[in-house]
């Protein structure tokens, strides 16, 4: 019984540590890819499926390029706060997200460059595939 409740306390802990590192390299990745104002290197971090809409693809790309003015104050993932929206109708037709949302990633704004439209901070919602959070998308429903 001893036995099971180590293996147990070393697996809750080791999970703690490899989200830890996956956090990390999300906010890593995100950040590079704004600083070198790259946006397929931002549309890499992103969870697409073969139905996802040409437009979504577009509208998610130009809102990235329109984040290039701002300055990073800080890239955060954090635990959902349970309201969230991960699915919507458009047109009689439901959409979904690409993977199932875990947590999101704020990414927050300094006032430097800060345009017209005042833009404090930018929220995507996050699966997991394979260890590593991605950026979800949507796509219509099954």
Same mark, same amino acid.
Do not use: W
């Given at each position: 019984?001893?036995?099971? +409740? #180590?293996?147990? *306390?070393?697996? $809750?802990?080791?999970?703690?540590?490899?989200?830890?590192?996956?956090?990390?390299?999300?906010?890593?990745? @995100?950040?590079?890819?704004?600083? $070198?104002?790259?946006?397929?290197?931002?549309? +890499? *971090?992103?969870?697409?499926?073969?139905?996802?809409?040409?437009?979504?693809?577009?509208?998610?790309?130009?809102?990235?390029?329109?984040? *290039?003015? +701002?300055?990073?104050?800080?890239? %955060?993932?954090?635990?959902?706060? &349970? #309201?969230?929206?991960?699915? @919507? %109708?458009?047109?009689?037709?439901? @959409?979904?997200?690409?993977?199932? =949302? =875990?947590?999101?990633?704020?990414?927050?704004?300094?006032? %430097?460059?800060? &345009?017209? $439209? +005042?833009?404090?901070?930018?929220?995507? *919602?996050?699966?997991?595939?394979? &260890? %590593? @959070?991605?950026?979800?998308?949507?796509?219509?429903?099954?």
């Amino acid at each position: 019984m001893k036995l099971l +409740r #180590t293996l147990v *306390l070393f697996l $809750a802990c080791t999970a703690g540590l490899f989200a830890g590192e996956a956090d990390k390299r999300l906010s890593a990745a @995100y950040q590079k890819a704004h600083a $070198a104002k790259d946006v397929n290197a931002f549309l +890499r *971090l992103i969870e697409f499926s073969s139905t996802t809409p040409e437009l979504t693809r577009t509208q998610i790309a130009e809102a990235f390029k329109n984040s *290039l003015t +701002r300055h990073i104050a800080t890239v %955060e993932v954090q635990d959902l706060a &349970g #309201t969230e929206r991960t699915s @919507y %109708e458009v047109g009689g037709v439901a @959409y979904v997200t690409t993977l199932p =949302v =875990v947590k999101k990633l704020k990414i927050a704004y300094t006032e %430097e460059g800060q &345009g017209p $439209a +005042r833009v404090t901070n930018t929220t995507f *919602l996050l699966g997991e595939k394979a &260890g %590593e @959070y991605r950026i979800v998308s949507t796509m219509p429903k099954k």
